[in-house]
């Protein structure tokens, strides 16, 4: 028999509910569809979800059994028990001689596969691991670093709600960041009381929508921001008596305003005068404006000063805390929190120094903390659900990296670009094959968290990670039945004693990071269906309701350890999503450092003060490219399958019509892309959407999958064949990779 299946999309953040109808082979997906029980999305799905089968089922190298590299450089299959051993033995090892933290972790998790990510701490600690990165860090470090200086806890923007969206750098059409997004820009682009406003140098399907398209040159949105804000406080449009009440420092950002050149600016972004006047007026008469930046801006030049200009425009015109404004949400996971320590205060990476922000070594200086022979440079990297050799900037010298390293171990579905380089590659479950959930849980003011129930079982010989983590922290002789037995003596006798139990283990600081792993090997062999991975989101509830007891309380689990135990069975039996937390939007600030907000970064007030004028000759690169443009079939590179593209199968290099007439090219001709990195081919797409001397290429191609003969076939390029490590933030390392200088030369037949 058939049956509709809930799940989620795991293509990009929002992940929306889908219903998936598996065929009579037990293994395909039949049909997809948007699940209406869904408490976020409602049953609204996109075009990439309803593509899935091709992630699940496509060609993609899959892995069902543990392989070791050979001394001929080719792999071989191994049981469980030899590979967890002798990775065991090999990271001891290098802990022994180096130190563990000369051992590297890198991932943990996609877009929707936090769960099993959520157990890599437990084998940090086993092996006394320091450092670790992800994808977060070569995106949104820079607004974590500057929402935590100005409000100490996390704000999110309420779209749905709001009169005025101001998008940054973003295209919620094709990247959503928002519940039901396209519904929600019709929504707003049909109301004539309602308004977006789109800074882009691309006339992306959002701007199309928008009343007011401000394409600016590619990375000047610090200047063009920077007039906003002074045309603010130039035509009185500030809201005094707010800043007055809710901030602190709003006289310092003003002086720094009143010196600003705004029709220099403007020039400078290639912006109407009278087009940012009459945007930045129509957002300071909105009663609320939800504001979103996203990787146009954080992967661009001048990142982190864009992440606080963009705030300040949005202060200034007080919203926050209210509907339609930005809000502080509550979660099960501190996902993006940060200390806001000043530059040079805080952490730092061990051999380049560059600053950890939310915990994560900045990207672009993995390749140094390799490439070198300073003593405590890392010898080891332990990856999980990530491909860095294609992800991060200049996937040649990751390579490089990659093969300088004395081990490195690889947990993946199936074959990639990274794994190819790695010593051992562990088999896991697909998305669909396991328990999974997401710790994007950002809605407001009804917050929600799904745990995912498997749709189909997983193939013999894969193991999920939590399973992976656990036997790695046992085999390295830190936890074993003596450590399991007491708990389960106190499982016996209920959760609440289980609870009790449970704060013994979290006083002793050599047992408290290995929570992960006890909690599976107790209280995950209890729960019903196999779901022993959700173990952790026992003590996420908890502590859930430790910091945010009224919002679990109003949302309908009582207080107390009752609503712990009442909010972790409604995770564990909603397959379709639940509410976790209801607000109200004046609980804003009270999660404010101080209940007010500071807008006097004085470091970053000093860059806006002292913006340097561009050079205007583009010497030897006339082109910017933006490496990695979300579009109509794009996704993120877990769908190796190229066949699920419906168009733009080869990954085309966008440009201007201007452009392309005078280089004398048209639709499918192939030119040669040249940037300070390297070189490659690529067919052309003219298109009206894109501004001259600005390119693009499409993000999640360049993927190697193997054809009918075994031999892997590249679709496209490969955009980080073309960027470059040291191309990046001057505070918190993000990549500029929106911001690539570039030239073209015509290929010939």
Known sequence: MTEWKPTACILCECNCGIQVLVGPDGRSFEKIRGDKLHPASAGYTCNKALRLDHYQNGRVGRLTAPLRRRADGEFEEIDWDT???????????????????????????GQGNHLGGAYAPATMAAFGMKYRSSALAQEKTGDFWVGARMFGHPVRADVEHAEVAF?????????????????????????????????????????????????????????LLTAMAAILLRDNLIDAEWL??????????????????????????????????????????????????????????????????EKLVWMLTGNLGKPGAQYAFTGLAALGHDRGHPMGEGPESPVAGAPIISGL??????????????????????????????????????????????????????????????????????????????????????NIFHLRHPVLPAPEGVLAEPEIHARLVEA??????DDYAPLRVALEQGREAFAMAFLGILADPAKSKLVPVLLYRTLGQTLPDGAAAAAMLWAAAYNCVRKFPQSVERAGYGTGLEAGERLFEAILTGAHGIVITEDDYDVTWNRLRGNKVRL?????????????????????????????????????TIVRDPD??????????????????????????????????????????????????????????????????????????????????????????????????????????
């Open 644 to 749: 699920w593209r419906k168009r733009d199968g080869a990954g085309t290099l966008r440009m201007s019509e201007t452009d392309a007439e005078r280089l004398g090219v048209s639709a499918g001709d192939r030119v040669l892309l040249t940037t300070r990195r390297g070189s490659t081919e690529v067919p052309v797409e003219p298109t009206d959407r894109m501004r001259p001397g600005h390119l693009s290429l499409p993000n999640g191609f360049g993927l190697a999958v193997d054809d009918d003969n075994g031999k892997p076939v590249q679709t496209g390029v490969a955009p980080n064949e073309l960027t470059e490590f040291d191309s990046r933030d001057e505070w918190v390392g993000t990549p500029w990779h929106k911001y690539v200088p570039a030239r073209l030369d015509t290929v010939t037949a």
């Open 83 to 109: 590979a967890i051993s002798e990775i065991t033995a090999r990271l001891l090892e290098i802990k022994l001689r180096h130190g563990g933290e000369s051992i590297f972790y890198y991932g943990g998790g």
């Open 244 to 309: 007055a009440e809710h901030t602190t420092g709003a006289d310092e950002v003003l002086q720094v305003l009143r010196a600003v050149p705004i029709e220099k600016y403007c020039a400078i972004a290639d912006v109407d005068l009278d087009l940012v006047t009459a945007a930045t007026h129509r957002l300071a008469r909105a009663e609320s404006v939800a504001a979103l930046e996203d990787l146009g801006v954080q992967m661009n030049r001048y990142s982190t000063v864009v992440s606080y200009i």
């Open 600 to 636: 006097d970064l004085t470091d970053l007030l000093e860059v806006l003060a002292t913006l340097p004028d561009l050079d205007s000759d583009p010497g030897d690169w006339p082109f910017v490219l933006s490496a990695g443009e979300r579009r109509a079939f794009t996704a993120n």
């Open 476 to 481: 390295a002789g830190v936890l074993g039945e």
């Open 361 to 446: 070594v900045p990207c672009n200086v993995i390749t140094e903390e390799i490439l070198t022979d300073h003593p405590a440079r890392y010898r080891a990297m332990f990856i999980e659900s990530a491909n860095p050799v294609h992800s991060l900037a200049d996937s040649a010298r990751m390579r490089a990296a990659l093969e300088a390293l004395e081990l490195v171990v690889v947990v993946d579905v199936a074959m990639t670009e990274t794994g190819r380089l790695a010593d051992y590659i562990l088999p896991a479950p697909t998305q669909f094959e396991k328990y999974e959930a997401t710790f994007f849980n950002f809605d407001f003011p009804r």
């Open 167 to 223: 998008f940054v750098g973003k295209n919620p059409y094709q990247s959503h960041g928002f519940p039901r997004a396209r519904t929600v820009l019709k929504e707003i682009h049909k109301d004539p009381a309602r308004s977006m406003i789109v800074l882009d140098p691309v006339r992306t399907e959002t701007a199309e929508l928008a009343d007011f398209h401000l394409q600016l040159r590619p990375g000047t949105d610090v200047y």
